[in-house]
């Protein structure tokens, strides 16, 4: 590490916030969503939400389990609809599913009956998604950072569930969409796996350029892969504390063991999840 | 990028010790083979002494070796010998096979009505478990008035008799399709039929092959019982020409080709379910 960061975390956000105030790639205002409960009455999931995604920027949720984090991700999804407040992507009202999104879920959720190949390339074959050369070579392309190369045809259950979350990435990637969004996508996963999948997501990240939002309960992997942690307040669901990760790029895991920065933020987050 | 040999050592090992399961089920498949085999040598025993020891005359319960003769009789003459099987046994296979294909499609047919939309459900269920708890086979009079002793009422009783296990099969089987690949599909802006193509009629596939191969034998069920109600051909004639000069022998031979017939054909069943749907039972993520 040769940059020195001593400074607290909240200090960082006025200064960096000044220079990006451009129009979000993701706008969502004044979200308000609620789910009827089978007894009848309903439950406030999200209260008056407000969140402003860059483009080009690695944000974590982070929260309480049932806080409203998968709720907003599906809204962001177009999975669901909200009941009050407006989101939008790059402008444009979010009612439905878009193919600038590209979903990675909490289990791999790879079709068995198709090969690797085949499955990465159901998004440009449904939909009316066309297939042009150019993003048939990307996604050759990003089979190989995942590290899917000679993998291609083989089916899921021949492949671990490491390579099968790598290749559910790049299906979510396959229609080159500018969103992606992650539903804690290693939770399944061992804390070693994990940690290997992080350091490759960041890799992918960094060398697409994509804006992402993943949700996950580990604040260890929020402040290795975000620019910017969401911290989210239990049932109803609202945004308690954005926290900036000031961190240089590309991170690794065991330059994060002790570094200032990273252990004033994981006792921050600790302490707004408390 | 050293975590990807790691990654392949291990699928040496996943090799490796698929290759010793396959060993462990083809050792037990012979097992089984053999306890089979065995099993079939003591029935066939007790059969032989029982008869000898209790004097049963051959009119009620032909000997074993009889029973031999009398297959072999029917085996032991060229294809197109009305003295042998080949002739029933094909015009009962053309017929059941021809009702199947027909009850089969459209149980799937039906079924995939029912599972992709709600009313059409509402609407066929009540009938369905109507049909279903009703003894089709005593509807066969019905169908031999309507479609006359040919083969017509006979390919009509086997596709009646393969419909039902074939809608049941392929509506349940649509219904438990995972959430999460529909969502998946939805994500991607899929069209329904793209849904129903790609997703819900692949998952249903275990099931659907669960229902062919009850209907298959169904098939041949009902192809029989049309035979029984006065037909020229097939092996429900061979059956009641048999029983009609008492040549009980005669019959337990014609049973047991139609059973060795039931057999081979789930056989084939299973065996093109393997081949298709090669990616069920394994490990799920």
Not at chain 1, 28 to 56: C, F, M, R
Request: glycine share 8%; hydrophobic share 50%.
């Amino acid at each position: 590490m040769t940059i020195a960061i001593e400074a607290p975390a909240g200090a960082m956000i006025a200064g960096e916030q000044a220079q990006s105030r451009r129009s979000p790639l993701i706008a969502v205002k004044d979200v308000v969503k609620v789910y009827p409960t089978v007894a009848g009455d309903a439950v406030l999931a999200l209260d008056h939400v407000n969140l402003d995604i860059e483009s080009g920027e690695f944000v974590c949720l982070v929260g309480p389990s049932g806080c409203g984090k998968t709720t907003l991700l599906r809204l962001l999804a177009g999975l669901d609809t909200s009941d009050a407040g407006t989101s939008s992507l790059a402008g444009k009202a979010l009612n439905g599913p878009s193919p600038e999104v590209g979903v990675v879920f909490q289990q791999a959720n790879l079709l068995p009956w198709f090969t690797v190949m085949q499955n990465v390339l159901l998004p440009l074959s449904v939909g009316g998604a066309r297939k042009s050369e150019q993003l048939i070579t990307q996604i050759q392309a990003l089979l190989r950072v995942a590290g899917l190369e000679g993998f291609e045809n083989k089916y899921p259950y021949e492949l671990s569930g490491g390579m099968q979350q790598r290749a559910s990435i790049v299906r979510a990637l396959a229609r080159d969409p500018k969103l992606l969004l992650m539903d804690e996508p290693f939770g399944a996963l061992d804390a070693l796996t994990r940690e290997r999948m992080n350091a490759e997501l960041q890799r992918i990240w960094m060398a697409s350029g994509k804006t992402v939002v993943l949700i996950t309960h580990s604040i260890e992997e929020a402040i290795f892969l975000g620019d910017r942690i969401v911290v989210m307040s239990p049932r109803p669901g609202r945004i308690v504390r954005e926290l900036k990760v000031d961190l240089p790029r590309p991170r690794v895991s065991t330059e994060m063991l002790g570094n200032p920065v990273h252990t004033a933020l994981a006792r921050e987050i600790r302490m707004l999840l408390e | 990028m050293t975590d990807i040999r790691t990654e392949s050592n291990a699928m040496d090992l996943i090799a490796s010790s698929s290759a010793a399961a396959k060993n462990r089920r083809r050792n037990e498949r012979i097992r089984n083979i053999g306890i089979g085999f065995a099993g079939f040598l003591t029935l066939v025993l007790v059969w032989k002494l029982s008869v000898n020891y209790f004097n049963v005359p051959s009119y009620i319960l032909p000997a074993p070796e009889q029973v031999v003769v009398a297959l072999w009789s029917g085996l032991a003459v060229p294809v197109t010998s009305p003295l042998g099987w080949y002739l029933p046994l094909w015009s009962t296979m053309a017929n059941a096979l021809a009702g199947f294909l027909i009850g089969a499609l459209l149980g799937l047919f039906f079924g995939s009505l029912m599972a992709e939309f709600r009313p059409v459900e509402t609407a066929l269920m009540p009938y369905a478990f109507a049909l279903q708890s009703l003894p089709k086979v005593a509807i066969a009079p019905l169908i031999v008035i309507w479609c006359g002793f040919g083969d017509g009422s006979k390919v009509a009783m086997a596709a009646l008799l393969a419909f039902f296990p074939m809608m049941v099969n392929s509506f349940a089987g649509m219904r438990a399709a995972e959430v999460e690949r529909i969502e998946l599909m939805k994500v991607l802006s899929a069209s329904r039929l793209e849904t129903y193509r790609l997703v819900k009629l692949p998952s249903a596939a275990p099931y659907i092959f669960a229902g062919l191969d009850m209907g298959i034998v169904y098939a041949l069920l009902g192809t029989i019982v049309a035979e029984f109600l006065g037909a020229q051909e097939g092996m429900g004639v061979a059956i009641t020409k048999a029983q009609a000069v008492t040549d009980v022998a005669g019959v337990f031979a014609a049973l047991v080709v139609l059973g060795v017939t039931g057999i081979l054909l789930h056989l084939i069943v299973r065996w093109v379910e393997r081949s298709i749907v090669h990616w069920a039972d394994r490990g799920k993520h």
